[in-house]
Structure formats: C-alpha cells, structure tokens
C-alpha cells in the first residue's frame, strides 16, 4: 500500500528550462509535506517543505505548490541546472498525527540536460 | 542545516555475524531518530522510529529480533543486524527529527553480506 507515490520515474530536462516533478498521496491525514534530493550511495538532502496550511513555498529556485483537495503536491524548479540532477523523493507525516514519521514517494530522476 | 553522521558509510561482514551501525547527531538532541532501508531503484522504506529512553517502534513485517535498534543518548541511535544473511544486504539510512518536523539524515551505510 503505496501511500506516496511518484509516478514519473525519470525526467529529463534542458538547462535553464523549468523541472516539475509531482507527487501524489492517498492518506488525508498527512499535514506535512517535504522534497528530498538524493545522490547514489548517499542520504537524503532536505530541500523545502509545505505545511497543509499553505498552497505555496517558495526558497530560491525551489517552489512547492500544494492542492490538498487532489492531495497532490509539486516541486518546481526554475531554472534548472545540470547540478540538480539526481533523484527527488517526496516525503509525507501526520499519518496518526503522533510520530512525525516520514512517508517516502517512490522517487524521480531528474536528468538536466547541459 | 543540522548534521548526522553515519557510521560506517559501507561494511562487508560473512553471513552469520552481527553488525551495528551507529547514527549520531552532532549539532542537535533528537528525542526520535528513524532507520531506512533502500533497495536499489527503489524508495527508502521506513523500518523503525527510534526514541530516546525507550523501545523502538517498528514497522509492520521488520523484525524486532533481526534489527535490533538502541537509542541510549539524545544524540545516539545504533541499529544492529543480527546474524545477517545475503539478503539483508542493502543501504540503511538513518535520520534525526530536529525541533518541528524536518528531518535529517545521515550519509547511508551500505551493507553487503558475503
């Protein structure tokens, strides 16, 4: 029971040009929202979260927009770098609203294109 | 941002023995640390939450008697593999719940078992 799915599993993209990379979750419970990026043999970096309060989060290049009514969420990349390429996880808590445990997507690569 | 360290970042142990990785935070007391475990190509699949002072929770099909985890200090979880098999081999990944809802996480430890 996948509760954080990503659906694309890769997607590749030309420098400069804009990277959505989306999300889906099926548990109304969750009220947190977070992006990971990840490199090969190394561990997650923390790149912008959502609180279910908000529909948008903007840090530099980075935008997450989130609609709760679809319980799909977005990270939006503008513009996109050739170091932005690894893969995307999208994370989800509040599931039992008690242990902040985080529910992993499936991941994306992104793949920017010099 | 805050730091965790993971040690060690790669093990190869014979199949039979025992293994223990260590997850510390550095900067930061976390009350609740959580282990991952990714297979390649695949999503980081939470096995337990860790909380200072008392018993791990783990997750449905992880066994508590295989993966014993210990989280004795605010700044130090250990998850230990008991007599580890080919198949437990796999990248773990440990993670630290700073103040709110953002998690860190360390730099993976990959396991082989020969």
């Known amino acids: 029971d996948q509760q954080v799915k990503q659906n694309s599993p890769s997607l590749s993209v030309q420098e400069g040009r804009i990277s959505i990379l989306n999300c889906d979750y099926t548990n109304s419970m969750f009220d947190y929202f977070l992006w990971y990026k990840k490199y090969p043999a190394e561990g997650p970096t923390f790149l912008i979260s959502?609180?279910?309060?908000?529909d948008k989060n903007e840090d530099g290049r980075f935008t997450v927009f989130l609609n709760k009514s679809a319980k799909h969420l977005s990270l939006h990349i503008v513009p996109s770098q050739p170091g932005d390429s690894a893969v995307y996880f999208c994370?989800?808590?509040?599931?039992?609203?008690?242990?902040?445990?985080?529910?992993f997507g499936t991941g994306t690569l992104l793949a920017v294109q010099p | 941002g805050a730091v965790v360290s993971q040690h060690p970042s790669w093990v190869i142990c014979k199949s039979g023995t025992s293994v223990k990785i260590e997850c510390r935070s550095l900067?930061?007391?976390?009350?609740?640390m959580f282990w991952y475990r990714q297979f390649p190509k695949q999503s980081l699949m939470l096995m337990a939450t860790s909380n200072e002072g008392s018993k791990a929770t783990y997750e449905q099909g992880v066994e508590k008697d295989k993966f014993l985890i210990n989280h004795a200090s605010l700044t130090l979880s250990t998850l230990t593999v008991t007599s580890a098999h080919p198949e437990d081999s796999s990248f773990y990944i440990c993670?630290?719940?700073?103040?709110?809802?953002?998690?860190?996480f360390g730099q993976g430890t990959r396991l082989t078992v020969v």
């Open positions: 900067d930061f007391q976390a009350t609740t």
């Open positions: 959502i609180s279910s309060i908000k």
């Open positions: 993670s630290a719940l700073r103040a709110g809802r953002r998690a860190f």
């Open positions: 994370a989800a808590s509040g599931e039992g609203g008690a242990t902040n445990k985080l529910i």
